[in-house]
């Protein structure tokens, strides 16, 4: 192959390259573009000495990229020519730490500190400084302009651990486990909620004794226990595995009583007890939740269809 061909074909692979793409990101066909009619269909906004950014799509209401947070980005890099940059890795998907210590990632730091999760902008940076690719004795810096364009897929937060030495963030951490829970819990990862649900029960059982004799704690901590062991049934429930859930409620419905979780409990036992075909326990807990507890109109239609739904099932020979 004669050399003239060689350069040829090395011309043609940087101008007609096939689409690639990664996670709905098209990689440009050609590896240079126009940045000056690339940028000026968006608007200017300076973020700092010598740094500009262009928004490409806007998001004002997402949340704000925090300093302490783990990133899922695309990066595409260009120079001054509009030359792709970073064409041996394409524009994939990046996993970026914020708390990174390597100093030659602190502009894109910079950059991302000004966007919003789901914003794609531009970025031209004009004080951008690379070593000269051939060394020398004063080992110079050359100054040139730099083009970002960055996309901001997703944000992990690292949350700090609380100070668990005092009354108040004991509490907190409650919440904490409680919220964790329920987010597992509306996500239908029903598993991963009872092992949150569990872990807070855990943390509970090993409070500080100095705080045992606390009338305060003992409330807050009656209260989360119950409502760790409800929100589990119901977790169970949602499994069908009726017989762990049955465990979990007898335990609590004699501590639940004349609170938010005494009808709930009892509601929640009797479904068990039916789906399991145990009719004599599903009726004597709905006899219990008539006698026992103060159920208004709707409260007392619910367990009245209850009950006539167990039994004519009753009746039924298995």
Known sequence: MSQEVQKEEEKENQTTAAYKVYENVIIFKNLQINMDETLEKYQEEQIGPHIFKYNVISQPDNEQIE??????????????????????????????????????????????????VGEESWFKISNFQIQNEVSNENDKQTTV??????????????????????????????????????????NSQFENAIKKYQKGINFMEAWPKIHEQDPQVQQKKKYYYQLFCSNMAQSYILLKEYEKAIMILEDIIPQCRGNEFEIKSYYRIIVCYMKTRDFDKAERYLREVKHVCQLDMDQSQLFNWLEN???????VKI
């Open 309 to 315: 739904e167990c039994k004519p099932l009753k009746k």
């Open 67 to 116: 300093d302490d947070s783990k990133l899922k980005i695309f990066c595409e890099e260009r120079d001054f020519n509009g030359f792709l940059q970073n064409k041996d890795r394409q524009v994939q998907l990046n996993r970026f730490s914020m708390k990174s210590p390597k100093p030659e990632l602190s502009v894109i730091k910079k950059l991302l500190l000004s966007m919003r």
């Open 145 to 186: 302009i730099r083009y970002f364009k960055i996309k901001v897929v997703e944000q992990q937060l690292i949350e700090k651990p609380l100070d668990l030495t005092t009354l108040e963030n004991r509490f907190l951490q409650f919440e904490k486990f409680r919220k964790d829970g329920n987010k597992l819990f509306n």
